[in-house]
């Protein structure tokens, strides 16, 4: 079950709990305040490999776990945000803000078990809605990877079918391996 303040907040009055940076995350939907899941250790561990993945892949990209996202309304926490680096922006110092306030431009979201699709989903959309150029939602227990984009329906990508990534990351990968990943014992 997701652990949910009960009264109605403000996003201003949410971002002031003096909890927020808990972990697990918390999130602001609809007026609510809603804790995330615990990680557990499969998700740990395709969290740490698709961040590494990513981040080895591109120059013009960084992946970041757990990056909260606040805009259109809400504040966020995906599993791992993919942002430009010149989306980034710089204090006077040359290092980056600690708020960030758009949209990232990839959301990954990885599903664990006690964790509700559709509000994973919702959060996706958000993303999309709000100028995130692609989404997924990876499901250990399906093996399966629900790929979202601007202006197109959601594609179920399984086995070895190449997954769209962002332009500019140089990756390629499909969710055979990205489930390969959980296979310690075959290392």
Known sequence: MTPALPQTLTLEEFLKLPNLEESPAWEYIEGRAIQKPMPKTRHSILQKRLVAAIDNHSDAYTALPELRCTFGGRSIVPDVAVVAWDRILLKETGEPEDDFLTAPDWSIEILSPDQKANRVI???LHCLQNGCQLGWLIDPD???????APQQEPKVSR???PLHVLAGVDLTLNASQIFAWLQLGKR
Request: glycine share 8%.
């Open 159 to 161: 086995g070895d079918q």
């Open 142 to 148: 399906d093996y399966s990877v629900l790929i979202f």
């Open 122 to 124: 919702d959060n996706l």
